[in-house]
């Protein structure tokens, strides 16, 4: 909640889900589940990491991992 206070209009702000979900853990609010993938983890942190994503997403998307249309 602090953080929606806070940051949500700032433009460089982060939320830190491991943050979130460690501190629901703690109050009694949440449990966590670890699923196990062989898929090969992948995101979007720096702008120069667009084209790399934007590739990958076509491979999976050619290869019909991913449906055509996500969103």
Known sequence: ???LDSDINNPKSELFIPYIVDGMIKEGKGKVK???SPA???GVTYIEDKP????KLKELTDSGEYPKSLW
């Open 1 to 3: 909640r602090a953080y």
């Open 34 to 36: 670890v699923l196990q």
């Open 40 to 42: 090969q983890w992948f």
């Open 52 to 55: 790399l994503v934007m590739q």
